[in-house]
């Protein structure tokens, strides 16, 4: 909402009839909170200009004016605290800071050594990599620090990033090296197994490369001439599992087919799909995310309902949606339409569809937004906690929608009292609370309420950097 502040401007001149100073007040329109010791102009270009309201001689104005000023800073202070849902780009800024510097400090790098050994035993010996992960909730981190940076101004984050991807990628090639190396291979994949990057070596499920992989092009993308062969192995090792051996339904879909009976996951959209937006970016192939929107097109044929908002997954032997509309699952769709729509050619008829998806979801997500800006753990649910990702993620989404034209900008104001309502679950140190573990599907609602909120649950961070970074780069726009 405008804040409706009104500035006043003093403009002192001359009076060459009268031989007296003479003060005009002028009121305007104030953008933002009054600041302290705004008010008093030296020049008279307002004068054509402002409502001229009143003359006053300048020694009684000027006593009347003080008690004004002031009397305008507090009710503004006053007003201020009274809005829980405001919250200022600066506030906003210091969120993304403190998150940042948080993931950083907790992640303290160091790269391995990466000798050439000839047993398993010199390697197990071998100093491994400090500070790296390889998990999804990590690889959303990894993006949304890259994304903070654009709008914190600060390059450590940035700096982070390449060198965590740097230190993956070679360590990866290490690990990969050694059945050639060693003489005893047949106790490689237990040293694997063991490494902290082994959903990388063994692969298996989107879970365990897409996300990270996402972030890794991004890294990439952003600063093309550091890219290693290292990092391109790592790349194209995830495309090759993501493209051609997940798998899929007849009409392509990316599905589990041994995760209880056969089932599709909202989350997949983003495990799978979000890497395939950034491959086609990479390799500028639509064809790649034109793969991400149809995933996106299918699923919400058989999830979303008719609300917009998406059940958690889909039984595709029983030909049945789960039963429920959890928060993080809906989180991971409004990300990757986000996402994917940004990337589609605007010609596309693809991106047409994933626009008006989008929209319905967006409508039927704020008729659920919580008095304080946040969303629930099922979203219907209005008796349920409050949770941490799902708002982050609606947050980015809609902020996007709105910053890029999908949907009306007064929308913005939805996503800036979402972000208040986030703020107010990161602490000092720049942990984040309210966040719910990872979640299966679940068949009852017991199983959404009963979810534990681990304080700086690792699926946290990423989505509040994204979200506060995305509202920020629209006023940089």
């Not at 329109?29 to 004068?47: D, I, K, M, R, T």
């Not at 003359?55 to 007003?79: D, E, T």
């Not at 903070?148 to 984050?157: H, I, K, R």
């Not at 009852?444 to 700086?456: A, E, G, H, S």
Request: aromatic share 8%; net charge negative.
């Amino acid at each position: 909402m405008a804040d409706l502040s009104i500035a006043l401007e003093l403009v002192f001149f001359e009076d060459n009839t009268m031989k007296k100073n003479i003060c005009i007040i002028a009121a305007r329109p104030h953008p933002g909170p009054l600041p302290q010791g705004e008010g008093e102009q030296v020049s008279a270009s307002w004068l054509d200009r402002a409502p001229l309201l009143q003359r006053f001689n300048l020694r009684i104005l000027r006593k009347f004016l003080a008690l004004l000023l002031a009397s305008l800073a507090i009710g503004g202070v006053v007003r201020a605290a009274n809005d829980p849902s405001s919250i200022s780009d600066d506030e906003i800024r210091a969120v993304l800071q403190r998150v940042s510097q948080h993931q950083i400090q907790i992640h303290p790098l160091a790269d391995g050594d990466y000798a050439g050994v000839n047993s398993v035993a010199a390697a197990k010996a071998a100093k491994a990599p400090e500070g790296i992960a390889w998990n999804y909730p990590w690889g959303v981190a990894l993006f949304g620090l890259l994304r903070a940076s654009d709008v914190t101004g600060d390059p450590a984050a940035d700096k982070f990033v390449v060198e965590h991807n740097l230190i993956c990628a070679r360590y990866y090639q290490w690990l990969a090296g050694l059945n050639g190396s060693v003489t005893n291979a047949s106790g490689v994949p237990a040293l694997t197994r063991g490494s902290k990057i082994k959903a990388l070596m063994t692969l298996g499920s989107l879970d365990s490369c897409g996300a990270m992989g996402n972030a890794m092009l991004e890294s990439m993308l952003r600063h093309p001439g550091q890219v290693t062969p290292e990092e391109k192995a790592v790349v194209e090792r995830i495309a090759d599992w993501v493209v051609k051996k997940q798998d899929r339904l007849p009409d392509g879909t990316l599905w589990r087919e041994h995760s209880m009976g056969g089932t599709l996951w909202p989350d997949d959209l983003y495990m799978g799909g979000v890497f395939l937006v950034r491959w086609g970016i990479y390799n500028h192939d639509q064809k790649s995310i034109q793969d991400a929107a149809n995933q996106i097109i299918h699923q919400a044929a058989l999830e979303a309902d008719a609300d917009g908002l998406w059940f958690h997954g889909y039984f595709v032997n029983e030909k049945r949606h789960a039963p429920f509309k959890w928060g993080r699952g809906n989180g991971w769709v409004t990300v990757t339409l986000a996402e994917t729509i940004s990337a589609l050619d605007g010609q596309d008829p693809l991106r047409a569809q994933l626009i008006e998806i989008l929209k319905h979801q967006i409508e039927g997500l704020k008729q659920h937004q919580a008095p304080d800006g946040m969303w629930r753990q099922v979203l219907d649910k209005p008796e349920l906690w409050e949770e941490t990702s799902c708002t982050a993620m609606f947050t980015y989404g809609i902020a996007r929608a709105a910053n890029r034209g999908w949907i009306d900008a007064t929308n913005l104001a939805v996503a800036r009292k979402a972000f208040a309502g986030i703020a107010k679950n990161v602490t000092a140190d720049g942990s984040v609370k309210g966040t719910c573990q990872g979640t299966n599907i679940g068949e009852d609602l017991d199983f959404y309420v009963k979810r534990l909120q681990p304080d700086d649950d690792p699926h946290g961070p990423g989505p509040v950097l994204l979200a506060g970074a995305e509202i920020l780069a629209g006023g940089k726009k």
